[in-house]
T-cell receptor
Framework: GIQVEQSPPDLILQEGANSTLRCNFS?????LQWFHQNPWGQLINLFY???GTKQNGRLSATTVATERYSLLYISSSQTTDSGVYFC????????????FGQGTRLTINP | NAGVMQNPRHLVRRRGQEARLRCSPM?????VYWYRQLPEEGLKFMVY????????ESGMPKERFSAEFPKEGPSILRIQQVVRGDSAAYFC??????????FGSGTRLTVV
């Protein structure tokens, strides 16, 4: 099957800082999504980004499909950005389902 | 569009009881996926269903777990004779080709 690795596993920053989260995957994908799991456990869909670059406010994401990685950028971090960020992919050779990475736990201190 | 609806949000069961988790996909979607998240871990695929069909159950434990998606009504994930190790968050998702997968808010199952 496909492997999805996220780095770093943990990240602690002060409010206002910028951060970059990385997702590497081991094979070609149909679909890549970034999710934010907030402290209440809800999964929020941030980006559907199988390739290219997208921006939504302070967040942006880039997927370079040919090199099998994606990056999530968070600028001017706020305490509400805290939580776990998951990358998930749909393997092009696999069944129709998402495979999740282990996540990056982001803590933003005031 | 109400999104993916799951209920209950929280469920407490004693060891040996049955747990039933419900999921209604986004309006117009006929595919649902169930995922399990153990504490401090990522989400793991369990089962993919279409109306009245199980498409992929490669992630389902072999015993005590079953899922269905009837012609009418929500999808049901059923866990018989629950054990403490079944305590987890169970998420349901539906998919759309243009925008990927959308997840519900999850059901947090606690087995006491």
């Amino acid at each position: 099957g496909i492997q999805v690795e996220q780095s770093p596993p943990d990240l602690i920053l002060q409010e206002g800082a910028n951060s970059t989260l990385r997702c590497n995957f081991s094979d070609s994908v149909n679909n890549l999504q970034w999710f934010h799991q907030n402290p209440w456990g809800q999964l929020i869909n941030l980006f559907y980004i199988p390739s290219g670059t997208k921006q939504n406010g302070r967040l942006s994401a880039t997927t370079v499909a040919t090199e099998r990685y994606s990056l999530l950028y968070i600028s001017s971090s706020q305490t509400t950005d805290s939580g776990v960020y998951f990358c998930a992919v749909e393997w092009i050779q696999g069944a129709q389902k998402l495979v999740f990475g282990q996540g990056t736990r982001l803590t933003i201190n005031p | 569009n109400a999104g993916v609806m799951q209920n209950p949000r929280h469920l407490v069961r004693r060891r040996g009881q049955e747990a039933r988790l419900r999921c209604s996909p986004m309006k117009g979607h006929s595919h649902v996926y169930w995922y399990r998240q153990l504490p401090e871990e990522g989400l793991k695929f369990m089962v993919y269903l279409q109306k009245e069909n199980i498409i992929d159950e490669s992630g389902m434990p072999k015993e005590r777990f079953s899922a269905e998606f009837p012609k009418e009504g929500p999808s049901i994930l059923r866990i018989q004779q629950v054990v403490r190790g079944d305590s987890a968050a169970y998420f349901c998702a539906s998919s759309h080709r243009e925008g990927g997968y959308t997840f519900g808010s999850g059901t947090r199952l606690t087995v006491v």
